[in-house]
């Protein structure tokens, strides 16, 4: 069709471009798909190719019209082009989407081949919705995966509406299972997805029900069948922070992707947004996207792209190095009377028996960073923490909730609070009020002698 050749020249051009054709061979490479009056996807976009060119991550936008979209997706909402490509990219045999006139129209062809191989000979093949844009630049994604033993990584739902919220999600390319699962979706999930909301995602997580992969008791904000699980799934309910099933690991959302710029640690994802456009900018003008460098490779790859990525280039150049007006503001130290640096400390593995001791020179171990103890196992534990540290006599009652000076918190709460993340729906510490000092109680050499010494052989 007239259509196709157009869009098949356009793809030759970029195909023979430098900054498509010196694509890499690379672990993770990301894709997205949006329509070219889809403003938001071109900011988004460039945010995301500066953070994959970064950490030496393959990544390409896919800019189509309206129409080569609504012949893609098969008269179903513009979201289920996410399904299509990943189909095509995991399944290079499937064409579940071609109608019976023939017009048969294969995505894949619309990527440079350089990138269409390096996306098929990558590890993890990743989908960005077109409005999600990763905030934190100095965090690889690598991390995400590096001890994952499932095959598919995602982020729970951000609201009760469904389980899963699939506007970030990393694919393994190896896994027989992701090669079919996308065809499935696409045949299987049930048609009022087609154009109802929450389209591919409620289609997906429908499947998974039938398939006994999960019980959600949520399906497109419709409730279902499904008993009531005995813990919250959802970790901003008191579920856990990670859940695992056969195969997929569930991340919770403001450490994966999230709607709310104060939470997002990785991630921001525009859903439920009236202005996407708007809101991404805001961000972006305020310092939002931590560590952004905008080399000249990536901005090369988006303009191969599409000629609108220009102005989003210029707009990122502008916001390197701004403050981050969403973290904690900038406070200095007190520095007690006589206060001096802690000499000839040690460094070593942390057995959790003893109080650590770490080298004042060369830092903490990862693992026993601020992230590398929210992501640790334990973080799950229940911990007090004390408003105004130490209490006095006469201090009087807190005006504010909670109307007492000790109240309880998860550990990765506490530690992504001080972070400058709080959680979103903790009734306490999502305020992040600077004013509000809290000191946490938090032992574990204490638990963990007490387990050694009862499992230790009597004498």
């Known amino acids: 069709s007239p259509v196709w050749r157009r869009r ?7 195909a023979s471009s430098p900054a498509t054709s010196a694509i890499e061979p690379c672990s993770v490479f990301a894709v997205t798909v949006f329509d070219d009056s889809y403003d938001v996807g071109f900011l988004c976009a460039a945010v995301n190719a500066c953070y994959c060119e970064q950490h030496g991550f393959g990544f390409y936008p896919i800019v189509l019209s309206r129409s080569v979209l609504e012949a893609v997706c098969k008269g179903r909402h513009f979201a289920w082009s996410k399904v299509v490509l990943l189909a095509e ?5 499937w064409r579940g989407n071609v109608g019976g006139e023939g017009d048969a129209f294969a995505m894949t062809r619309t990527l440079p081949l ?7 000979k990558a590890e993890w093949i990743v989908w960005l919705d077109a409005d999600l844009m990763v905030v934190n630049h100095l965090k690889p994604f690598t991390e995400f995966l590096q001890s994952c033993t499932r095959d598919i990584v995602v982020g729970e739902d951000m609201a009760d509406l ?23 979706v696409w045949q299987q999930g049930d048609s009022k997805f087609h154009r109802g909301e929450f389209w ?15 019980s959600p008791t949520m399906v497109g904000g419709k409730p279902t069948i499904a008993p009531t699980p005995a813990a919250p799934w959802f970790s901003w309910q008191g579920g856990p922070k990670v859940r695992e099933t056969e195969h997929i690991a569930v991340l919770n959302a403001g450490g994966f992707q999230t709607n709310d710029p104060l939470c997002a640690q990785f991630a921001f994802h525009a859903a439920g947004m009236k202005d996407k456009a708007r809101c991404c900018q805001a961000i972006v003008d305020s310092g939002g996207v931590r560590g952004l460098q905008v080399s000249e490779r990536a901005a090369a790859l988006c303009l191969a792209a599409g000629p609108l990525f220009a102005a989003q280039i210029d707009v990122l150049r502008r916001a390197v190095g701004l403050e981050n007006l969403f973290s904690w503001p900038r406070i200095q130290r007190h520095v007690w009377s006589g206060e001096v640096r802690v000499p000839n400390c040690r460094r070593g593995a942390w057995e959790r028996c003893a109080p650590a001791i770490v080298h004042a020179r060369s830092g903490p171990p990862s693992s026993l960073s601020l992230s590398g103890l929210s992501d640790d196992a334990g973080s799950e534990q229940q911990i007090c923490i004390e408003d105004r540290a130490p209490i006095f006599a006469d201090d009087s009652p807190p005006a504010g909730r909670p109307f007492s000076f000790v109240t309880r918190v998860r550990l990765w709460e506490a530690l992504d609070y001080v972070r400058g993340y709080p959680p979103a729906h ?12 809290w000191r946490g109680r938090w032992r574990p050499w204490v638990a963990a002698a007490c387990v050694a010494s009862t499992s230790s052989p009597a004498p």
Do not use: F, K, Y
């Open 426 to 437: 903790h009734p306490v510490l999502r305020d992040m009020r600077p004013d509000r000092i």
């Open 200 to 214: 591919d995602q409620s289609a997906l997580c429908g499947c998974l029900s039938s398939w006994g992969e999960l």
């Open 114 to 120: 350089a990138a269409l191989v390096a996306a098929r």
């Open 8 to 14: 098949s020249s356009m793809s030759t051009a970029m």
């Open 162 to 184: 469904d389980w899963l919220n699939t506007g970030l999600v990393a694919c393994r390319t190896s896994s027989e299972w992701c090669r079919t699962l996308w065809p499935r």
């Open 89 to 93: 990219l995991l399944s290079p045999e």
